[in-house]
């Protein structure tokens, strides 16, 4: 429960109270919920079994409610889920289990779409058996109102657990492709070598530069070579973003060669008007490591002098 608490988004650490006074909740609207608790509870085995009845015709239920021991167990989770509802209590505890259903939704993948069709159809159950009841019109009618609205909180709830929860995932997901992406590694006592494969945008170009910059400040790196031979397309842009990082690294003291520097690269820096000097450059990582061994005056038997 206390990652729970901490990923929600919309609620944040809003108080039961307060998210019921955002829905029009009122201590009225839970008193007429507690009280047709004793309207629904004899129907309601069978309000969940016709609800299961309906579920069977979706094309979701074979994925996630096929097995017997699976729908037993969510059969019984259900009407507890309605008998917690029918309580007309809002507390913490309550709010803590909507958003276990919200993580649990999230944790298996049940698609919104159908999480919601299944709450407008509990909502239509509900609705029927008032308009059932012995309640007279205007009762009927506040009544009908509260439970749409302790519906909707409820919905609210879950769909912010399951979207803090995605969301979480998404951002675990990208800072290890992050990491995937710009594998900053050293190669040698001074020498550092970032490859990049792929597509380079300006958020890319950002990561490698602070990856780069990180790693040069934890090891006092001399030499950042930064192997462009697998880069898809080199446009202007790219050049851009390349020189701008050699330059970064240059002022933290460390060298900068991008090698694997194709002829179109090449042309593509020349039209940029940017000078030799500001930039080191070589068509080969061979000669970016025999560059590199230059600069820290390492002598390797049979490298290239």
Known sequence: ??????????????????????????????????????????QMQDMVDSWYAWLGTQPEFERYFSE??????????????WQLFMSGTVDEAYVARRRR?????????????TYFAGMNRFLECFLAIARESEMDGEE?????????????????IVVDTYNAMVEEALTAHSQSMLEMSTPVTAIWDGILLLPIVGLIDSKRARDIMNAGLEK????????????????GVVDTAVANHLIKISRATRLMGCRSIISGVSPAMAQTIVELGIEADDV???????TALATAFDVLDVTICGAPR
């Open 1 to 42: 429960m206390e990652s729970t608490l901490k990923i929600c988004n919309q609620f944040g650490h809003q108080s039961p109270a307060l998210m019921c006074e955002q829905y029009g909740i009122t201590r009225h609207d839970l008193a007429r919920i507690q009280a047709f608790a004793a309207v629904v509870e004899p």
């Open 280 to 286: 080191q450059t070589t068509a080969t990582m061979k």
């Open 216 to 231: 040069i400040a934890q090891t006092q790196a001399r030499v950042f070579i930064l192997d462009v031979s697998g880069v």
């Open 140 to 156: 009927l009618l506040a009544t009908q109102h509260a439970i749409a609205k302790l519906l909707h909180l409820d919905t609210a």
């Open 68 to 81: 017997a021991d699976t729908l037993s167990r969510v059969q019984s989770l259900q009407h507890g889920y």
């Open 101 to 113: 259903v919200g993580e649990a939704h999230a944790r298996i993948g049940l698609p919104l779409n």
